[in-house]
């Protein structure tokens, strides 16, 4: 049996097919009664409009766009959670656009807009070019920002350099004065946050009178292993640092295996701190910073499907705070030296 389609329908009404899909699409240009008609002759061909065939002939796909930087990172699938369970109760489909290369984001960056893959696009932790921007407003395409910036577009940020102030000052706080930092390239086109953490945790020590040592700031590919090695490297030094603050709690990770393998204990020995509080970091009991990662994909879903339906006249902005999490991993400077030296007293 074959399916019924549009022109069945306009047939049964004794109308054009375009006055059909006029009703589908609740344009106002059609009479009621002739509204009536259609929708009758709907009914009793039991019509199910192809959802495909209705979004292309609104010019719509229906669908928003999320780009974003390997995707696989923990982060950045808490990131994604929250976007979907925004985008999940709404009437758009996401796509995912998984970027690991620069000519990858590159090209995407140009190519959506201009074939009109989505109607609307989130950009993850990506920071687009002014010809990028230029490119989305020629396609006349709202896109938002997370974790990224650009004065032109609207944009929802963790305030990253307040967050490597407070990593770097609950260490200094904490008595240290030899503090690393452990991160990801500084030049990485992927990755604003990490230079923003480290301006923080530059404040911080400037503000306590502690001078930048070139020697504990190591960088390098973000992942557990990596970090490991650079945490090798900062212990192997003549003046080793008694305090490391890790760009990501997965850095965290590997800097903690590396002071075990060390022989060293956390926070005995050393006291590290990470930043994003995923999961892990809470099972393994880490010291980190807290940023609101379900929460910034919810609000990036949310403006964005806003300035879809009401344009903006100006880029909007939503800023999420930072939070200390003090668990397991940092310690008092000295505490434990001090131990020992009064149980060695007490023998």
């Known amino acids: 049996m074959s399916k019924t389609t549009i022109r069945d329908v306009a047939k049964r009404a004794g109308v054009g097919v375009g006055t059909v899909s006029r009703v589908l699409n609740n344009s106002p240009a059609v009479s009621d009664a002739t509204r009536q008609k259609v929708q009758s002759a709907i009914e009793a061909l039991n019509f199910s409009p192809n959802p495909a065939a209705r979004r292309l002939s609104q010019g719509k796909t229906m669908a928003i766009g999320v780009i974003v930087p390997f995707f696989t990172n923990p982060s950045v699938v808490r990131r994604l959670q929250g976007v979907v369970s925004v985008l999940s109760v709404s009437k758009y489909d996401l796509i995912l656009f998984d970027i690991e290369k620069v000519n990858q984001r590159d090209m995407s960056l140009r190519t959506i807009p201009q074939r009109k893959l989505a109607d609307g696009l989130l950009l993850i932790s990506l920071t687009p070019s002014d010809i990028d921007v230029e490119q989305f407003a020629l396609a006349n395409i709202p896109v938002v920002l997370v974790d990224a910036y650009h004065p032109a577009l609207s944009r929802v940020l963790v305030n990253n350099v307040q967050g490597g102030y407070q990593a770097t000052k609950h260490l200094i706080d904490l008595g240290h004065r030899k503090i690393a930092y452990i991160s990801d390239y500084l ?18 020590l ?28 900062l212990l192997d030094l003549p003046d080793p640092p008694t305090a490391v603050f890790a760009y990501s709690d997965t850095q965290a990770i590997g800097a903690i295996e590396a002071a075990r393998e060390s022989g060293l204990s956390v926070p005995g020995d050393l006291s590290i701190i990470g930043f994003d509080n995923i999961e892990a970091a809470e099972y393994l009991r880490i010291t980190t910073i807290r ?36 668990r397991h991993t940092t310690a008092q400077y000295g505490k434990k030296q001090l131990s020992g030296q009064i149980a060695a007293l007490q023998t």
């Open 206 to 233: 400037a503000e306590a009178g502690i001078a930048y040592r070139e020697e504990y700031h190591l960088q390098g590919e973000h992942g557990r292993s990596p970090a490991r090695h650079l945490t090798h490297t």
């Open 291 to 326: 940023q609101a990662l379900f929460e910034s994909g919810v609000k990036g879903a949310g403006l964005l499907l806003n300035l879809m339906e009401t344009p903006a006249a100006e880029p909007q902005e939503i800023l999420l705070p930072t939070k200390l999490i003090d």
């Open 187 to 204: 030049d990485d086109p992927f990755n604003s946050p990490v230079r923003d953490r480290f301006t923080g945790y530059k404040q911080a």
